[in-house]
């Protein structure tokens, strides 16, 4: 075989190649280190958390070394997507597996041997199958393999949480071609899958590659479900923009959950396991190509879907385990732009989430289970940085506070509950240790309950010594005893409460009790991604952007990432690239994309600036003023264009509508103008008798929090109108 030069002596560094190939200016953390190795042929493990950018790790390589790089994958729809998106970038890629006609795949064969395919994604079926051990023999002594990618590498592990016995034949490779390098890649983090992994796969000395499962575009929340669960979510959904998932336990709730907000005029499918396949990839292509804004589904959905511009996912009942909540929560913002995970916790959910597993046949598999469920409602009740609770679980430790989670913008009061305690566990001693929760409270709130009666209890000295406290109150005190193991509970399917040593310490006041009391939710930074920090005139090209390369990716039956990712276009809006020059200098924009795209992109830019009397590329010529100042004036103008439009009598909706803002984020800047001193006239939306309501309540009831005013007050005021009259009452006030 002639000696050819490889493709890797075309760019005088991988960071060249990376541009030219992907459009990406650097290369995320752990990235280099694998494509070095795997560029020298040496084995690698590579362990990344979801979105960290694993598939580079082997694309690149696969574009620098001689030879076809084979993928083996176990979801044939995730394998589409991503040879979509490589044949978008001008990459030859092609896939192998059951789904494709007799006929395309003999073609397909044919590319291969002829050496016209750089990346081929096959099924571990296909790959075991003897017609395709001859075919890579072929492809071996002539094209050449320059290495085998073995993705979700975890499904070798039995230990591993979704095991595939089809993978365990995976070490056929390295038996029958010992000299093509191997490389293993997951997001699944256990120390035991790991090694188990390497071994399965007979890992040759390999490059061990295990980076932060630190995801910090993610702000980490929970909410506590109140009996207006759907409304809470409803809202939630209505603040965010871009893409959701909101993940429940069953079937039933998603198909509730899906109807109500449709019916309540929100772009919505469902997805379960419930609905026939066809459905199911309906409904999940709608989603991915944003035809559909949310997805409400079971945890079914998402293993293998790559929708990198997810912008949030609501757990709308408590998640099983954490490792599950992790990968579910994870699947936002891959593309690592900001991005929003929020857990709504009841405790009725808890109790349904037990139920369900005192229902498992196996008892150590309901112990296993019941304490993963009581982790997970440790995380939800945690008072301290979520993220550190998250990555503590995953052996590894966060320094300091995330600053992206609610525990760390906002702490959660710590009370001094004491007293409570004293009487809860008094009550358990009372009752004997014999009996659960929902008695105690029972006795404790002086029920007459016909059980209570029949037991004497009604009888006891502490049959309703706590009348002063609700049953919500009671539950979350018991709560977080047992979870500061100041109590226990037994754990045989009969929870019965029993009194530790650290019990009778605070019966005997040698341990003081604190409570951390949720809060009700205040909104996080967040994900928000609504432009009010950008000019309206970014807002305003944003959105072109994005409906143009919605109409091109309709045009090639791709998901419009796949055009370009968000942030890119998001580039785009803010520099204004008028030359293909200019074009190619966005990261996101590769030699391909700048050929197939630039053209359109830059005349739309082109024709923007000329309909709005921008006559420059911001960023051309150095003209561009300072980050810091600019930043600074725009927010100044958006304020202003608000005010001004609120000046010519228009309402709050008018002027989101009109400016692409949210009718929240409006009352915020008039918020903000009142406090700055402008002149607001507020008497254009909230009528003086309403006025004087929220006065009076907020007089009443100084400190609270917009939701207590609002419960106080009824629905019939918006947050909106308490807001502005809230902005007036704190400046008269200050002026005396
Ligand atoms: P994983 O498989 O680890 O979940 P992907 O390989 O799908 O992650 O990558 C997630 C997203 O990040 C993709 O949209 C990908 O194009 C993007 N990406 C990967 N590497 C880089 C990089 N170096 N710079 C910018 N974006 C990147
Ligand atoms: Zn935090």
Redesign the pocket.
């Given at each position: 075989m002639a000696e050819v030069a490889s493709p890797v002596a075309a760019f005088p560094s991988l960071e060249t190649a990376?541009k030219h190939y992907?459009g990406?200016?650097?290369?995320?953390p752990g990235?280099r280190s694998v494509i070095e190795a795997v560029l020298k042929n040496q084995d690698a493990l590579v362990i990344?958390?979801?979105?960290?950018?694993?598939?580079?790790?082997y694309q690149l390589p696969a574009l620098l070394k001689l030879g076809v790089m084979v993928v083996v994958s176990p979801l044939i729809a995730l394998m589409q997507d991503q040879v979509d998106?490589l044949q978008d970038n001008g990459i030859a890629a092609t896939c192998l597996n059951s789904a494709i006609a007799f006929e395309t795949l003999r073609q397909r064969e044919a590319d291969l041997l002829a050496g016209k395919i750089k990346l081929l994604y096959v099924s571990p079926e296909r790959l075991m199958s003897a017609g395709f051990l001859e075919l890579l023999s072929q492809l071996i002594q002539t094209v050449g393999v320059s290495g085998f990618a073995i993705?979700e590498a975890h499904c070798v592990s039995e230990w591993g949480h979704d095991f595939r016995p089809e993978y365990r034949q995976l070490s056929v490779l390295r038996a029958k071609f010992p000299q093509i390098g191997v490389m293993g890649?997951t997001?699944t983090a256990t120390e035991r899958v790991r090694s188990d992994i390497a071994q399965q796969l007979r890992l040759c000395d390999p490059l061990i590659q295990v980076s932060s499962f630190n995801r910090p575009n993610l702000f980490y929340e929970v909410r506590p479900k109140g009996r207006d669960g759907y409304q809470q979510v409803q809202r939630q959904v209505k603040q965010h923009q871009g893409s959701g998932i909101i993940y429940c336990l069953s079937r039933k709730r998603v198909d509730e959950l899906a109807q109500r907000l449709t019916a309540d005029g929100e772009s919505v499918l469902p997805y379960h396991a419930g609905l026939s396949d066809d459905t199911r990839r309906e409904n999940q292509t709608r989603f991915i190509r944003d035809d559909v804004r949310l997805m409400v589904a079971t945890v079914a959905f998402g293993m293998g879907i790559?929708k990198?511009d997810v912008r949030f996912v609501i757990h709308y009942d408590i998640p099983r385990n954490i490792e599950g909540y992790y990968q579910e929560s994870g699947r936002a913002g891959?593309?690592?732009e900001p991005a929003h995970c929020s857990l709504y916790l009841a405790y009725g959910d808890v109790a349904t989430a037990e139920f369900l597993i005192g229902q498992k046949p196996n008892q150590d598999e309901q112990r296993i289970a019941r304490q993963q469920l009581r982790q997970m409602v440790d995380y939800a009740e945690a008072t301290v940085c979520r993220r550190r609770v998250q990555l503590s679980y995953f052996g590894e430790f966060l320094e300091g506070a995330c600053q992206q989670c609610d525990n760390c913008i906002n702490p959660p009061p710590l009370e001094d509950w004491t007293i409570e305690a004293q009487k809860f566990l008094s009550c358990v001693a009372r009752c004997q240790e014999r009996f659960g929760m929902a008695h105690i409270i029972d006795v404790l709130r002086g029920s007459k309950k016909q059980k209570v009666i029949d037991l004497r209890h009604d009888q006891l000295s502490t049959h309703g010594i706590g009348k002063d406290r609700s049953v919500d109150e009671w539950r979350l005190l018991g709560r977080s005893l047992l979870h500061q193991r100041l109590v226990d509970e037994t754990t045989d399917g009969y929870p019965v409460l029993k009194l530790n040593a650290a019990s009778w310490q605070v019966l005997r006041n040698q341990l003081a009790v604190q409570v951390a009391i949720p809060t009700d939710f205040v909104a996080g930074p967040a994900t928000d991604t609504s432009p009010s920090d950008d000019a309206p005139e970014v807002t305003q090209l944003l959105t072109g952007l994005k409906a143009l390369r919605k109409r091109l990716a309709d045009q090639q039956s791709v998901p419009p990432?796949v055009v370009f990712?968000e942030?890119a276009l998001r580039q785009m809006a803010r520099t204004r690239p008028q030359t293909l020059e200019a074009f190619g200098q966005v990261?996101?924009v590769g030699s391909r994309k700048l050929a197939q795209y630039g053209e359109v992109f830059t005349d739309a830019i082109r024709q923007f600036c000329a309909d709005h009397g921008l006559a420059s590329d911001p960023g051309a010529g150095g003209r561009r003023p300072r980050p810091s100042r600019e930043r600074r004036q725009t927010v100044g103008d958006t304020h202003r264009l608000t005010l001004e439009l609120y000046r010519q009598g228009r309402s709050l909706q008018e002027i989101a509508d009109q400016r692409g803002l949210k009718a929240s984020t409006v009352a915020s800047h008039l918020e903000r103008l009142i406090h700055q001193g402008e002149a607001v006239d507020i008497d254009q939306v909230v009528e003086p008798d309403q006025q004087r309501t929220i006065r009076s309540a907020l007089a009443e009831m100084e400190g609270a929090s917009l939701t207590e005013i609002r419960d106080r007050i009824g629905a019939a005021v918006s947050y909106e109108d308490i807001r502005l009259v809230r902005a007036m009452w704190h400046r008269d006030r200050a002026s005396g």
């Open positions: 990376l992907f990406y200016d650097q290369f995320r990235q990344m958390p979801t979105g960290g950018g694993k598939s580079l790790c998106s993705d890649l997001a790559n990198p891959r593309d690592g990432y990712p942030s990261s996101g």
